[in-house]
Structure formats: C-alpha cells, structure tokens
C-alpha cells in the first residue's frame, strides 16, 4: 500500500514502516559487486545529507545542482534536500559546459552535487564564469581534484559534516513546515530547438501524480524496481518516486551501458524505459531467427505467432482466449520465451512502463507477445510525466497511448494540439514569464506542442505540431512515426526523416556496424573503411531491399524514396541530439547539407528497391 506523505519525510515514514527491509541495491563507483541497503540505511543517509546541508548554509528553497549519472548518493541527496525545504536541480551527466553554465547562471545555484571525473572536469572548467557557484561536492571517490581546487570535497566528507544529526532539530521543524506550494524540482529541457527551459514542479504536483498513478499503475513492495533511466528524465524520476512510496527494493543502475548485464545480474520485476530499449531487444531476436537453422526458425516464429494470438488478438481486446490457445501459450510461456525473457534478466516481470517517444506496433506486439507486460503511456515533464497510461488487465489497443490519469482534463486546440490542465500541469517556466503567457490559454490549458485524438476513452498520438513536414507537393509528413516503422530493422541503429519543403521524403541512416561488417564479411564485400562500407552499391542495396519491406503501410508520400547512410552516428556532442537523445533537425540539416542536396539533385539516382524475399514477422496467424 502507498505511503501518502509530504515528498520530505517519505523516506523516514518508509523507514518506520519497513526498518529493516531492502530499500536499496547499488553498486559504488567503480566496484562491480552488489550491495544492499534497508529502509532504515536509506533514511539515516538522509538525514544526514539534510543536517550537512544545513551547515554548509544551504536555504529553504535555494537550488542545489545535480550533475551526475545514477548512483545511490543522487537520491541520498535528492532527499536530503527536501527534507530542509531545498530545491533540487538535476544536470544529465552528458550536459556541456556551456549548458551547466548556463543553468548555474541561471538557477544562481551555489552548491554543486557532480558524479564522475568528466562531470568534476566540466564543473571546474566553467566554475571562475559562474559567479554564484560556491562549492562542489563529488560523489565519486576516484575523482581527481585539482591542485589548486579549495572549493571542492568529496561525498563522504561533505555527509559528515551531518553525522550524528547535530542540528536535526531544526530539520525537524522544516519538516514541519514544508508544503505543497514549495519549489521541489526545476527540471531543465534539453529541448530539440536548442532552447533550453526550466519547468518548475512543486511537492503538491508530486502528491497529485503520485497519488494518481498508485490508483493505475500496479508497482508495489514485492517488487525489485531497476532504476536504469536519467534521473534527471522526468519520467524516471516520478517513476522511481512513485516505487518509493510503495515500498518497492531500488535497484541503481550507475553505467546504462551496462543495463542488460545489471539486468541479468539483479532480475528486477519492473522497470521504466524508452522504445529504443526495447526496440534493439527485438533486433537481436530478429537476428537470431535469422541465423536459427530452419527447423528452429519455424518453431520460433510458430512461438511467436501463438503469443501474439493469445496476447494481442484475445487478451489486449478483453477477450477469453479458446483452451486449446491457452494451452498452446501455456507451454510456449514456460520454455521458448521463459528463455527469452531468462536471458534479459525478466525471470519474474511485472510490468514495464514506457515513453518518451512513439512505441512502434511491431514492437508493443513483440514485447506483450513474450509474455512482458509493456506498460505504453505519455506525458511532459511540463505534467510531471503520466498524462495517460495503459492498465494492465484492462483491454488496450495497440498504438495507443493509454487512459487519461484521474484529476486532468485534456482537451484539443488547433491542429487538433492537446491541451491540458489539472494539479500535476506545472505552473510554468522559471524566471520565463513571457513564454509563461503564451504556453497557457485563457482558460488556463497548457500547450503540450503535440498532436492527438481520443477514440474509446484512450489517447492517441500523432506527432509534435512543430516536427510535421509540408512536402513541396502539400502533402503533411509524420517523421517520429515513419522513424518508429524503420528503427526496428536490426541493421538500423539511428535514422533522421528528411522531407520539409521537399519533393519527397529522404533520410539520414546510420547502421548497425557490426551487423554490417558481419554482413559485408559474409558476402565478400572488401572496404577499407565505414566510409567506404556504406558507400558500397551491394550495400546500399540489401538496405533498400528491407527498407521497402517495411515501408509497405505507408502512403507512397510517406515512403522514403532516397536515403544516405552515414559513417558516424548522431551525437550530444555535436549537437545533434538532445540529452535524451531526441533528434535536432535543424542541427541536423546544417552539418549534413551536403549529403541531403545530394540526394535530391535529379542526376543522381540509386538502386530501385527489389522485393525483400526475408520472411516478415508472424501476423498472429498461426502456422500449420
């Protein structure tokens, strides 16, 4: 059952509540070993965390930076915080120095919590141009300081500074005082414009999401919560919050590259992600029915057909499935995918809530076909995450994105843009009253900047207002949508539509190169660089060959007619990808000019695609 409480003793009441229990598995920088840490280790960490920020002079409600991935110290210190009225301000650890720069400035934030070595190395490098930064304190204990750093300490010194509680008194009476008006959070968007925003969220948004997704989403204190997106992703963050206050183990994931091996290794129950996650897991079962021998190939897919039937066609639309279906699903469950979902570490799941970009059909079916409760939903960090969401055990329609949460109100502007208000919308952007003026209506409604349509109660999306592209012909393209049908080819590991004021639609692909090296290995295809590789006629041909395969849905206006594959892949560094790795066009259309005028030049042709002869995935019909 929840624990409802003001965010700055949730941890304390989880503590009174569950004492001795696990709250927490982690691993400290570096270490590859395991360890645990009950609700009572948990609250005595942060309550020292909030009395060593009382005496380093930390405010109610001044904001502390976060500049740091994942680790068990960010929520020592996110709740630390709260429990002294502060406000937390949370960095992705791949920010630039001229981001920090710009949100230390902006946020006047004095006291600065950073990670590892690159994150301490930009800290520095931008500290002598951000002139209320203060202090900095590492997390990391490896971190070299520089010598002539004397505003710089690492974690385990800084809490310290509170232990033995030596002025708990007075965090006790901010405890008392805290409320639901109170700044809890400034989250700033990375934005795919380049302008970036801090969306203000108070504790009374927290207790109303909070409240709100305990009555739809069934995480509870059986369950082993993996911790793998930014905590700085809003989705994450109320995700790991709502886990939280209902007592379920946390287990932090520091490196996301190492997610599946953490996976293997700590077998979660639940676990909040993007598509893209999911989306390379369907790669490489795709890849290997590929190399199967055929008789193994048919089995998997019989497998896989029997689940979709029984998941998709009859349980996803409220049906009872026949007994002989059952049965059939019944065995498949506990042999062909129990290995499936053992080698993902998901032995015993629950459920796995996902957002954050479009979820591709063939992709939501895949995961509910092995027997994965993927939990679809949408939101902003404008509305501190869950604006609609899936319900498990209740019929869903595949696409879609869920039901409404209790207390919001949406409804549909121009462009048929969706509109919302209610207690979790945020009360704006900090110190940005203009824009404040004009992302709300007169009724009060934000303007999420996204396109949808309600149908049976569920909510559906069609694409941000600003990302549709007007062909030179009239004709209006969904890039996110053609992107989500295109990623799940396992030799696509990143794709960019292009097509605004264009004839027709083109795009910017980067591969999968190992799988193409492996490819030209296996073909005889000599190169002696990516370059070269992509380059290759052979090549270019096998990628035209699958892309016509999975474009047969679309309108012919749709279609991408040309594409140009690419040596490199699209990088934060150079812009052209947002921290949550979410595509900057524009950035894009500037450093690949070059490429995308060459393939809308007349002269130039490319290989017409051919009829793929590889076998689609099942359609849920079941083989003989």
């Known amino acids: 059952m929840q624990t409802r409480c003001h965010l700055s003793v949730l941890v304390h009441e989880q503590a009174k509540k569950y004492d001795k229990r696990r709250a927490l598995i982690y691993r400290d920088f570096g270490d590859k070993k395991w360890k645990p840490a009950t609700w009572r280790d948990f609250s005595r960490k942060v309550r020292h965390v909030s009395n060593a920020m009382l005496n380093i002079g930390v405010r109610v409600q001044e904001n502390v930076g976060v500049f740091s991935q994942n680790c068990v110290e960010y929520l020592f210190t996110d709740f630390g915080a709260f429990g002294i009225r502060a406000v937390t301000v949370p960095f992705y650890a791949t920010s630039s120095e001229q981001q920090i720069q710009f949100m230390i400035d902006d946020a006047q934030i004095r006291v600065l919590f950073v990670g590892e070595q690159e994150q301490y190395d930009k800290a520095q490098r931008v500290y002598s141009h951000c002139h209320t930064l203060e202090r900095v304190i590492i997390y990391d204990r490896r971190v070299k300081i520089a010598p002539a750093d004397k505003n710089s300490i690492y974690f385990n010194e800084f809490i310290k500074l509170g232990e033995n509680s030596p002025r708990q008194s007075e965090v006790e009476k901010l405890y008392?005082?805290?409320?639901?008006?109170?700044?809890?959070?400034?989250?700033?968007?990375?934005?795919?414009?380049?302008?970036?925003?801090?969306?203000?969220?108070?504790?009374?948004?927290?207790?109303?999401?909070?409240?709100?997704?305990?009555?739809?989403?069934?995480?509870?204190?059986?369950?082993?919560?993996?911790?793998?997106?930014?905590?700085?992703?809003?989705?994450?963050?109320?995700?790991?919050?709502?886990?939280?206050?209902?007592?379920?183990?946390?287990?932090?994931?520091?490196?996301?590259?190492?997610?599946?091996?953490?996976?293997r290794e700590t077998r979660p129950t639940c676990m909040s992600s993007v598509p893209r996650f999911w989306e390379k897991v369907y790669a490489e079962v795709i890849d290997r029915i590929d190399r199967a021998t055929p008789t193994q190939q048919k089995l998997l897919k019989r497998a896989w057909a029997i689940g979709r039937k029984h998941n998709i066609e009859y349980l996803s639309r409220g049906k009872r499935p026949p007994l002989s279906l059952r049965m059939k699903y019944a065995l498949m469950h506990r042999t062909l995918f129990k290995i499936v979902r053992d080698e993902l570490g998901l032995d015993r799941p629950n459920i796995f809530p996902t957002a954050g970009a479009t979820v591709s059909p063939e992709i939501e079916e895949f995961v509910h076909s092995i027997g994965i409760n993927m939990i679809v939903g949408y939101g902003l960090t404008e509305s501190l995450a869950t604006v609609s969401v899936d319900r498990r055990g209740r019929p869903f329609t595949v696409g879609s994105v869920g039901f409404p949460i209790e207390g919001l109100d949406i409804k549909f502007g121009e462009n048929d843009e969706i509109l919302l208000k209610g207690p979790t919308i945020t009360k704006g952007y900090y110190k940005r009253e203009s824009l404040n003026k004009t992302v709300f209506d007169e009724e009060g409604y934000f303007h999420t900047g996204d396109s949808g349509y309600m149908k049976n109660g569920e909510l559906f999306l069609k694409d941000r207002i600003k990302d549709l592209f007007k062909t030179s012909n009239g004709k209006y393209i969904a890039p996110q949508m053609i992107e989500s049908k295109l990623l799940v080819d396992k030799y696509i590991d990143q794709i960019a539509v292009i097509a605004d004021r264009r004839k027709f639609a083109s795009a910017l692909i980067i591969p999968d190169f190992a799988l193409l090296e492996e490819y030209a290995a296996k073909h005889d295809i000599a190169y002696g660089s990516l370059e070269e590789l992509c380059a290759d006629d052979r090549i270019h041909e096998m990628m035209a060959e699958r892309m016509e395969t999975l474009q047969q849905q679309l309108a012919s206006y749709e279609k991408i007619k040309r594409f140009t594959l690419l040596p490199r892949h699209f990088t934060i560094e150079r812009g052209e990808l947002t921290n949550t790795l979410k595509i900057r066009r524009k950035v894009l259309d500037k450093n690949y000019a070059k490429e995308i005028e060459k393939m809308y030049k007349e002269e130039d042709t490319q290989p017409s695609p051919t009829p793929n002869t590889r076998p689609n995935p099942p359609e849920g019909k079941e083989p003989d």
């Open 176 to 263: 008392a005082e805290a409320n639901d008006e109170d700044l809890c959070n400034i989250l700033y968007t990375s934005g795919t414009t380049g302008d970036s925003k801090g969306v203000m969220l108070t504790y009374g948004q927290y207790r109303a999401a909070l409240e709100a997704n305990d009555k739809v989403v069934p995480v509870g204190e059986t369950d082993r919560v993996m911790d793998f997106l930014p905590m700085t992703h809003i989705f994450e963050r109320a995700w790991l919050f709502l886990s939280i206050s209902e007592g379920a183990e946390i287990v932090v994931n520091t490196y996301p590259k190492e997610i599946q091996q953490s996976m």
